[in-house]
RNA sequence: GGUCCCAUCGUCUAGCGGUCCAGGACGCCGGCCUCUCACGCCGGAAACCGGGGUUCGAUUCCCCGUGGGAUCACCA
């Protein structure tokens, strides 16, 4: 069995959108499956297009989602030489020619030949000219006239090229660096890759390049196109729909882990398995059960996922991920215990760290306004005895368990008569601000006893300044 | 337009000839639980694109139609 070798290789021309970030998740997860190499690999041969930026952008990107490569990044612009090499060998060897056809010329022989009904493609005009290197001057490779280029996929199946219906492209421009099948295939080639998972908009270049891996010598790679992401009016996914851009997703308060969970799930299936830790995926990724058909791309079962992730994850690594969200709060949180027994308290409650963010306020700063609605229904003055009578008691606890909390509580309820909805909602008023948060025992138990009785002291003044005897 | 791909609930999907009056998940609608909101639990509505074959039997295999998508650069 070969050590299987995949590569992700984004054009540095914009952020990493989740077309692409599936596609790197597929390569990753199989080379992890596999106990294989994963290739990190920045096509860069467009000068013109590609910034430092998005090279940046998507570095940052793949780091975020926890997608680590093993070889990389490499860069093609620095690879130029090896692709000249490799053009040299393919006109020595009668595979390529070079053409003198200006980009006008070929544009008018495409457009005559699409009025004719024909096929638009270069008519081969320079082929037999045997050029020599002029300045300017492109390189084509040449496709055999006849016959078929069989492709068999691993996701798609047995596809079948007529070599007629494809054109001799250009593989050498006339400022003398490689097109992109020139040098993918090079790549792919001079660095083992054996594996190639990419979008199905790729099925039609397939031919050309395996033509091209022939042509230079080389074994073919298995090919497997998974199908494309598509938006909500199944189009191809684009700034249209809302935020394409992976740290996009990050900055909604979106789990790496729940983001590649829905990637993978989108167009790939284990039975009737939604719920996929990391390492679940490694252990269980295959080719064989990607499915063959487009899949549109639904923001409420990415929320929804998301959700489960944050209930599934530790409150430490979960407060790893949310100190960004914290400090753009201006929040006084530092990592430690109380954050995390807060986080706690609000992991069955939150879709998103950004509700997580906003919910977990209270933990940090005191209550200097009270939701309005709440304060005029529970803010009245029947509500100071059990408040009062419940400080008292706090006040009086050794420890704040959750068991010795529902026991005052308990005692309050008898004393005053009250049930407990009566007695929690004026308390969590006090201690929140607002009227809805977690359990009242589980806050107390975090917030400990000096800020709880503060609170509810301040309350008690607040309720008899505002309320009339 | 040529070429290529695809087709199960609104969406993601299971199904690889009979176990399917089609299963799961998200969303939606009821109900339960309950200190609020969630969570959780229980229940419900909701799909095999159409037509021909093949077969004792098609959601599953084949063909045609229809619909959708991709691609046709000196971009990747």
Redesign the pocket.
Known sequence: MKKIITRF???P?GHLHLGGARTAVFNWLYARHMGGTFVFRI????A???TQASVDGITEAMQWLGIDWDKGPYF?SQRLDIYREHIQKLIDGGHAYY?????AQ??DM?KKA?ET?G????DGTCRQKGLAGAN???V?FKIPEAGVTVLN?A????????NG?L?D??I????G?????L??VVDDITMGVNTIIR???????TPKQMLLFQALGSELPTFA?V??V?G?????LSKRHGATSVTAYRDQGILPDALVN?LV???????????FTREDLIEKFSL???????????P??????N??HI?ASSPGKLAEHLMPFLKDAGYQATPGSYLEQAIETLQ????TLVDMARDIRFYFEDVTVYDEKGEKKLFRREALPPMTCLVEKLDALEDCSHAAL?AVFRSVMEETGL???K???P??LALTG??????????IAVLGKEKTIARLKAAIAHIEDTTDR
């Open positions: 290789p984004p054009s021309s096509e860069d041969t467009d013109a297009r590609s093609q053409c003198t056809c200006t980009p070929v544009e495409r699409m009904g096929k638009p493609k270069y300017g001057a492109v084509r996929d996701v798609k199946g047995r596809i079948v090229f007529q219906e054109d492209f250009v050498c421009r006339g400022d660096t490689p097109t992109y099948h040098a993918v979008g199905d908009d790729h099925v039609n270049n196109h199908p494309m598509l909500a009016d199944k189009t191809r829905f799930r989108l167009g790939w299936s284990h039975g009737d398995q939604e719920f064989d059960t990607i499915g063959r058909s487009a899949g549109v791309f639904n409420e079962k990415l929320l929804a996922l959700a489960d209930k069955a409650r939150s879709r529902e049930g407990l909805g007695i929690a909602q308390v969590r607002t009227t809805v948060s977690p359990g009242i025992f589980e806050i």
